[in-house]
């Protein structure tokens, strides 16, 4: 893996971006005291690295009627390697699918879902998760309250 080479000027334009994201260039340069143009170099730099993946609207899901949000496990059988490709192209595509991690202990895959009600997710969970090939089990559980949920990356020491 290469080594990125970020100075406390990138980190603090990567600061200002995680909590502003719509900021002006212009708006940039005078936070971090450079000029339009260095900041606009240091900005694509940082892009074209991969330190900054990209950028999106978060939106409210609950105001948009998703009302259920559920932590599942997910079983792979063992020995089933075409099973598992297939299994992270289908998961790819689906939207109720917001975060999808391969994990270590007794479960293959943590799924964060979410859904417009309980209903939803139980024909999620039937009629599509255990539905994809070499899935052999999930386990729910529904989320009661969000304590914290942020995508910024501590840049501090």
Do not use: N, W, Y
């Given at each position: 893996m290469q080594t990125i080479e970020i100075d406390r000027i990138d980190l603090r334009l990567l600061g200002?971006?995680?909590?502003r994201g719509r900021i002006s260039n212009l708006e940039l340069a005078e936070a971090i005291n450079l000029s339009?143009?260095?900041?606009?170099?240091r900005h694509r730099r940082l892009e074209e690295?991969?330190?900054i993946k990209g950028y999106e609207t978060r939106l409210d899901a609950q105001a948009?009627?998703?009302?259920?949000?559920?932590?599942?496990q997910?079983?792979?059988e063992r020995g089933h390697v075409r099973d598992l490709a297939k299994f992270k192209?289908?998961?790819g595509k689906l939207a109720e699918i917001q975060e999808?991690?391969?994990?270590?202990?007794?479960i293959d895959y943590m799924l964060k879902v979410i859904a417009r009600d309980l209903k939803?997710?139980?024909?999620?969970l039937l009629d599509t998760l255990m539905r994809i090939p070499g899935v052999s089990g999930v386990k729910s559980s529904v989320c009661l309250d969000e304590l914290k949920c942020v995508s910024a990356v501590p840049l501090e020491g």
């Open positions: 200002i971006l995680q909590s339009p143009a260095q900041t606009l170099r690295m991969g330190v948009l009627g998703f009302g259920v949000v559920a932590f599942i997910v079983t792979m192209g289908v998961v999808c991690f391969a994990v270590t202990g007794d939803g997710l139980s024909e999620f």
